[in-house]
C-alpha cells in the first residue's frame, strides 16, 4: 500500500495570507490526525477526523481549521498567517480510528511564513 | 488533557553501548503508548509501541517497559548503532484520539 502523502512539500507564505494543506491516508484508512511540529514546541496535536467528522481538537486558535472528505483525504487550512505559524505540519493516518491503534505519518509540509 | 514529559534531552552513548529513554504521563485513562524515531529531514516512524494491558515488550534489540502504578514507561535499546542515531519521540493517547507526544530525545551513538 502506498503510504501517507501530503502536498505541497514546501511552502512560503507572507504574514497575513492563509495557506491549505492536504493530506491522503493510508488505502483504507478513516481517521486523519494533524500535528504542528517545531523546534521548540515538539509535536503538537491540532485535530483528528474519522468519518468527516472533528472528534478532538488540540489547544490551537481558532485561525486552524480542517476537514476530512468521504473518501478520508484531509485537508487543513491556517488563515491569518502568522509568523509563529511556520512548522513542519504533520499529518497521520490509521486505520479504524479506535485510539490504541497505530498513526503512520506523511512526510509533512513545512510552512515558512515571512 | 494529557501531559508526556521525556528526559533526557540529549543521550549520547557509544556503539555498543545501552540507551534508556524515560517519559512520564499524567491521565491514568491513557491505555496506548508507542514510540517514534525521526531522523533528520524525515517523517516520525513507529519503532515499537506497548497497550496498558502489557507490562514489557520486546523486538530484537528494543525494548519497551510500562509501570501503570507509577505512570511511566521507558524505551530500552541494547547494542546500539550508529543508524540509530536519531530523534525519539515518546506518546500516550487515552480515550480521545490525540496522541499526545513528549519533546523528544535526541540520541548520538558514536563509533
Known amino acids: 500500500k502506498a503510504g501517507v502523502t501530503q502536498t505541497p512539500r514546501y511552502l512560503i507564505k507572507t504574514r497575513g495570507q492563509q495557506v491549505t494543506l492536504s493530506c491522503s491516508p493510508i488505502s483504507g484508512h478513516r481517521s486523519v490526525s494533524w500535528y504542528q511540529q517545531t523546534p521548540g514546541q515538539g509535536l503538537q496535536f491540532l485535530f483528528e477526523y474519522f468519518s468527516e467528522t472533528q472528534r478532538n481538537k488540540g489547544n490551537f486558535p481558532g485561525r486552524f481549521s480542517g476537514r476530512q472528505f468521504s473518501n478520508s483525504r484531509s485537508e487543513m487550512n491556517v488563515s491569518t498567517l502568522e509568523l509563529g505559524d511556520s512548522a513542519l505540519y504533520l499529518c497521520?493516518?490509521?486505520?479504524?480510528?479506535?485510539?490504541?491503534?497505530?498513526?503512520?505519518f506523511g512526510p509533512g509540509t513545512r510552512l515558512l511564513v515571512l | 488533557g494529557e501531559n508526556v514529559e521525556q528526559h533526557p534531552s540529549t543521550l549520547s552513548v557509544q556503539e555498543g553501548d545501552s540507551a534508556v529513554i524515560k517519559c512520564t504521563y499524567s491521565d491514568s485513562a491513557s491505555n496506548y503508548f508507542p514510540w517514534y524515531k525521526q531522523e533528520l529531514g524525515k517523517r516520525p516512524q513507529l519503532i515499537i509501541d506497548?497497550?496498558?494491558?502489557?507490562g514489557e515488550k520486546k523486538d530484537q534489540r528494543i525494548a519497551v517497559t510500562l509501570n501503570k502504578t507509577a505512570k511511566h514507561f521507558s524505551l530500552h535499546i541494547t547494542e546500539t548503532q550508529p543508524e540509530d542515531s536519531a530523534v525519539y519521540f515518546c506518546?500516550?493517547?487515552?480515550?480521545?484520539?490525540?496522541?499526545?507526544f513528549g519533546k523528544g530525545t535526541s540520541l548520538l551513538v558514536t563509533p
Open positions: 506497548i497497550r496498558s494491558n502489557v
Open positions: 497521520a493516518s490509521s486505520a479504524a480510528g479506535q485510539g490504541a491503534e497505530t498513526q503512520y
Open positions: 506518546a500516550a493517547i487515552g480515550p480521545g484520539y490525540a496522541l499526545n
